[in-house]
């Protein structure tokens, strides 16, 4: 099974070399000096993964390599194909080359154990919450009604059973839709952006939501994110997706829960924020810590949103 | 919560003047019409007084009369609609959701859409003569295009968010569209059926004209023939009604089909 490695591209992330873009990436399994977790997630492996639509190139020639119960976020501009290597995963696109496969096995068989949360709830207008919560559970398996509270419960929404979604706040209607995911007790669990609509404090919240239930039930989380703070305060490893290709694999080793003022993690997104809007460190000079970093004076701006 | 004139005039204020001011029009309407014909201004062959109106309509509830025209007359409405009605849901429901039978069906039925079912009464009197049936054809054809028209938009513009997020919950088939494509072009069906119920009306007024035995529009001609021009009032009289009727069924069913829907939660809240 572990039959691809590659090198990886240290020198670039300790900041003795220019950074450059370009050579092919394989993201590499986790050290086996980790704490083991127990295996509920699903394992990702994608194999020569290409994306085009029309003449344009999205992805090209992806390997990725994601453990169980590994917390990955992918970062990069806008456009660089992050939210389509998610729903390449997802299975809602298809690919122009190349295979994903879990737990080493063939993709279809796995994907009811998949679920997918996007940047707008999208609930069902007509169903109440609880029915909302309730979607896509077969109901010959037993208790639906009691699953969905249940998860409800989970993310703090039990009291909101029987609203309609139109009177729920943003936050409230996101929090919904990850009960909504969480209930099929999905063994990856698959983020676009969820939190990119929301405001500043909701979206705190609901990140120490989603760490809290993801350390509970230790499925595989991928969450997609332009916010790279985001991507620190929750992934064990931050992909950076530049040039059709993973361009960083970055790993988080911070103790949890985190924080911004945590020892360690400024440094963690700082270098990666530089690196997704490609800052040269041709001034090698040592920088004094706490030292805000000038952005502005970068000849070449590029949008990340 | 004592009850002092300011809480009685708050009820009055919020309660019963919303509710009468509707009123206050056609009221205004009728006293200066009846004023007109007290005075003679207006001859009773043009116009009749509106108490000699609803005198009429007493003595026709009265006799029984009234009802079994009613009755006549709503039962050809209404199988008309059924019969326009369904036919319209499923063939919206059809080309909304096939590709394939929009091509083969649309363009031909926006062709029939344009020509008016009143202007085919010579063809209809030739095809299905003087009896029923030519009445439930002109209703079935006039019920049809709203329905039809508003069944298509309403499939084509469902959100295609919601069915993306719905088939990666695997939903498919038959339940993708008990769940989230017909609930989702509900809002705009109902739109058809409300437009349906006004045209149902009117092409019936016009479908009874053309012979009839029983039913208000033979009961309208029949006063024609004797000049009982108040009994023609009452017949338009109970046509308006009927009408009014038949939007507040639509209505209903909007408030309770539609309460999931911002808008009407609003309005629910305000009434």
Redesign the interface.
């Known amino acids: 099974m572990m039959s691809y490695e590659l090198e990886l591209e240290n020198a670039a992330l300790s900041g003795l070399a220019a950074p450059h873009a370009g050579p092919r990436f394989v993201a590499k399994a986790p050290a086996p000096s980790e704490t083991p977790r127990p295996a509920n997630g699903a394992t990702i492996r994608t194999e020569g993964l290409s994306k085009s639509y029309g003449e344009r190139a999205v992805l090209h020639d992806v390997n990725l390599q994601i453990a169980p119960g590994e917390f990955v976020a992918i970062v990069g501009r806008s456009g660089c194909g992050k939210s389509t290597l998610l729903r390449l995963i997802a299975g809602l696109e298809r690919a122009d080359a190349g295979a994903i496969h879990f737990d080493g096995g063939a993709r279809a068989a796995h994907s009811d154990e998949i679920r997918l949360m996007f940047q707008d709830a999208r609930l069902l207008p007509w169903k109440r919450v609880l029915d909302n919560v309730a979607l896509g559970l077969d109901p010959k398996a037993g208790n639906v009604r009691e699953r969905a509270r249940d998860a409800l419960a989970q993310v703090g929404l039990a009291d909101r059973a029987d609203d309609w979604p139109a009177v729920l706040s943003g936050g409230q209607r996101q929090r919904v839709a990850l009960a909504r995911a969480l209930v099929h007790a999905p063994r990856l669990l698959l983020l676009d952006e969820p939190l990119g609509a929301l405001d500043a404090l909701t979206r705190i919240e609901m990140q120490r939501l989603i760490e809290s239930l993801w350390q509970r039930h230790r499925f595989t989380a991928l969450l997609v994110t332009h916010d790279v703070g985001e991507a620190v305060a929750l992934a064990d490893r931050v992909l950076l997706i530049e040039s059709q290709q993973v361009a960083l694999d970055q790993r988080i080793e911070l103790a949890r829960p985190r924080s911004h003022a945590q020892v360690g993690f400024a440094r963690h997104e700082q270098r990666i924020l530089d690196r997704v809007l490609s800052q040269s460190d041709a001034d090698a000079a040592p920088r004094e810590p706490g030292a805000t970093h000038n952005v502005l004076a970068t000849p070449a701006l590029r949008w990340a949103i | 919560m004592s009850a002092t004139s300011a809480s009685r005039s708050e009820r009055w204020r919020s309660r019963l003047l919303p509710a009468l001011l509707p009123a206050l029009l056609p009221i205004l309407i009728l006293a200066s019409w009846e004023l007109a014909s007290r005075f003679g201004w207006l001859s009773n062959r043009v116009l009749p007084e509106p108490w000699a109106v609803v005198k009429a309509f007493w003595v026709l509830a009265l006799s029984g009369e009234m009802w079994q025209h009613v009755a006549t007359s709503t039962w050809r409405a209404l199988s008309g609609f059924a019969l326009g009605g369904s036919l319209a849901l499923a063939l919206g429901l059809l080309t909304g959701s096939l590709r394939s039978a929009e091509t083969l069906l649309d363009s031909t039925l926006q062709m029939l859409r344009n020509i008016p079912p009143l202007a085919l009464i010579p063809l209809v009197i030739l095809w299905f003569g003087i009896d029923e049936s030519a009445k439930l054809f002109l209703v079935s054809l006039g019920v049809f295009f709203p329905i039809y028209i508003n069944t298509f938009h309403g499939i084509r513009s469902v959100d295609k968010?919601?069915i993306?997020?719905?088939?990666?919950?695997?939903?498919a088939g038959w339940p993708l569209y008990r769940?989230?494509i017909l609930?989702?072009a509900?809002p705009a069906i109902l739109v058809g059926v409300r437009f349906s119920l006004g045209f149902m009306w009117v092409i019936l007024i016009v479908a009874e004209t053309i012979s009839a035995q029983a039913g208000i529009g033979y009961m309208t001609m029949n006063a024609r023939e004797f000049l009982q021009t108040d009994v023609v009032l009452v017949g338009i009289l109970l046509y308006a009604l009927l009408g009014k009727l038949a939007d507040l069924l639509s209505k209903g069913l909007e408030r309770w089909w539609l309460?999931?829907?911002?808008g009407y939660?609003s309005a629910a809240k305000a009434a």
């Open positions: 968010g919601l993306e997020m719905a088939r990666s919950y695997g939903l769940h989230v609930p989702g509900l309460r999931w829907h911002p939660q």
